[in-house]
Structures are given as C-alpha cells and as structure tokens.
C-alpha cells in the first residue's frame, strides 16, 4: 500500500486510543518537558526525574539513556522491545534536546588574539548526533520488524518523530548551535520521507 497523508485534523478531534494496546514507544529525553506527557519508555539522563515518572504512570519504565552515547541507545531499543509481547518497537519520538547559551558566538566587534580553548558543542552532540543515533536504531527496528521489500497489508504501524522547534525554520540571533541541529532535525526528515516510508 503507497504512503498517503490523511486529511488534517482539528485539534477538537475525538481520538481512538484502541490503535495504541499493545504498542511499545520509546521517547528520549523524557522525563520532563514535552516527553513527560507521553507514556511508555523513557530514556534520559535525569534518572531522579525519569524514576518519579515511571513511578506516577503505570506501563512506563524509565531507563537512564545518554543519547550522545550509541551503547545506551541501544540498551534503550533493547529494553523497550522487552517490553512488547512480539518484541518490537512501534514507535520512536526523537525528543532529547538541550537549548543553552552558545558560546560559539560571531562578534561583530574586533578580537586582538584567537580564542584559546575550542568551542563547547554539546548542544550538537546532543540535539544531531543523539537524533541520528536514534534514527538509525529507530530505522533498524523497523525494518526488522516488517522487512525491507515494500509495504504490505500485514505490516505492523510504526512511526518515527523528530521533535523540532521554530529555529528549524527562523533564525535564532545568538544560538548558531541550536539553530544548526533544529535544521539538521529537519534536514533528516526531509531525506527520510521520500526515501524510507512507509517503515
């Protein structure tokens, strides 16, 4: 079955949770933020605040994740698809992100010496190397789970999510970092939905 887009729903939208038994996500960067309204696996660093959530919501489980780190991405697919009855992973929100001060700044004004000490990225590190972590893993499981030869009418839903924000489209005076890696978010997706759906 080609991919289509269904028609745009208004936010009074009545919405039939049935379709979600029995399905496993995986939301990094969850435990707080956009990520604590939405259930099921955690991965974060924040394990006092990813413990509290999986003890208030019933069918989470918390699971302390690096996203800069491949070794704890993958920990964080592996315990999620253990949470499945057929093992698989149905849908992946790529939400861990940091927004922080840059400090690789373009002065307008004159600078006698070089800097002496290289920038901080982790905000890149963070917010594109983590989302292509969890792409790539995210990828991997799903074509696992419904193969790679095309869609067919027994294939299992799944979904990928890659939060942005607003600098993935206006410029963000003073964050050349996190403007960077929103576009970069968005750049993955752009590639990604002519090259990869429907899995």
């Not at 079955?1 to 399905?23: C, E, H, R, W």
Request: hydrophobic share 35%; glycine share 10%; charged share 20%.
């Amino acid at each position: 079955m080609p991919y289509s887009s269904a028609k745009v729903q208004g936010s009074n939208a009545s919405i039939d949770t049935s379709a979600l038994a029995k399905k496993v996500a995986i939301v990094t960067g969850g435990a707080n933020g956009l990520g604590k309204a939405l259930h099921v696996c955690v991965g974060d660093l924040n394990v006092a605040d990813g413990e509290k959530l999986a003890s208030e919501l019933p069918g989470v489980k918390f699971v302390r994740c690096d996203v800069t780190n491949w070794g704890d991405q993958v920990n964080l697919f592996k315990t999620a698809a253990s949470m499945s009855p057929s093992g698989s992973v149905h849908h992946v929100i790529a939400n861990a992100g940091i927004a922080r001060k840059s400090n690789v700044q373009f002065p307008l004004h004159h600078r006698p010496r070089l800097p002496t000490s290289p920038p901080n990225l982790k905000t890149i590190e963070i917010n594109l190397h983590g989302t292509l972590y969890t792409t790539k893993l995210a990828l991997h499981s799903f074509m696992r789970q419904n193969g790679t030869d095309g869609p067919k009418e027994s294939q299992e839903d799944t979904s990928l999510t890659l939060i942005g924000s607003g600098a993935a489209f206006l410029d963000c005076p003073r964050g050349p970092q996190y403007e960077a890696t929103k576009w970069g978010a968005r750049g993955i997706m752009h590639t990604l939905r002519r090259t990869v759906l429907p899995w």
